[in-house]
């Protein structure tokens, strides 16, 4: 089974730019996540899709990142226009339902850099 | 509001050693689980173990294995025999409902030869 994949795994950005993340989930999962993890802390949910539909973008912020998933595969997240504290690990999670009983399925993650 | 708390910033041991991480949560739900998540330098995110807060007995994985002690709302991951590839970063993990997984700030736990 392949896993979550993720492009890029770096980028470096200077700050005021625009940076975007692509996330392709295990064939079949329904429930596609997006984690930022800031250096030396736990991953924190941005947002959270049930197939194209959002259920959880509460902690998205939402002047400056925006979050898709057309047909309800893929998933792009954009930071526009990036500030120096977006500098973390992004990571795509999906999983088969959207219970957590299931554990999710992690990417290796984009690292981000801001200067 | 659901808190997860890793109170091991960083753990070292010798190899074939036995190691404890603490995590402590809390949530006013009844039904929940609890996850362990290991992240090496590659950086992906890999279960190590679950545990369902509805069942009394300790879930156990091979070397890994925890103790749950609902009441005190406290789930610590203990590793036997500790190998080089232990070496991680450790997360502990609540998830409840169809709402998303809380993760603990992290245990770094370094392996020594």
Known sequence: EAGVAQ?????IIEKRQSVAFWCNPISGHATLYWYQQILGQGP???IQFQNNGVVDD???????????RLKGVDSTLKIQPAKLEDSAVYLCASS???????????????RLTVV | AQTVTQSQPEMSVQEA??????????????NYYLFWYKQPPS?????????????????????????FQK?????????????????????CALGQGAQKLVF??????????
């Open chain 1, 7 to 11: 492009s890029p795994r770096y980028k």
């Open chain 1, 44 to 46: 924190k949910l941005l």
């Open chain 1, 58 to 68: 509460s902690q998205l912020p939402k002047d400056r990142f925006s979050a898709e």
């Open chain 1, 96 to 110: 088969i339902e959207v219970s957590p009983y299931y554990g999710y399925t992690f990417g290796s993650g984009t």
């Open chain 2, 17 to 30: 050693e036995t190691v404890t991480l603490s995590c402590t949560y809390d949530t006013s739900e009844n």
């Open chain 2, 43 to 67: 950086r992906q995110m890999i279960l190590v173990i679950r545990q369902e807060a509805y069942k009394q007995q300790n879930a156990t994985e091979n070397r890994f294995s925890v103790n």
């Open chain 2, 71 to 91: 009441a005190a709302k406290s789930f610590s991951l203990k590793i036997s025999d500790s190998q080089l590839g232990d070496t991680a970063m450790y997360f």
């Open chain 2, 104 to 113: 603990g700030q992290g245990t770094r736990l370094t392996i020594n030869p």
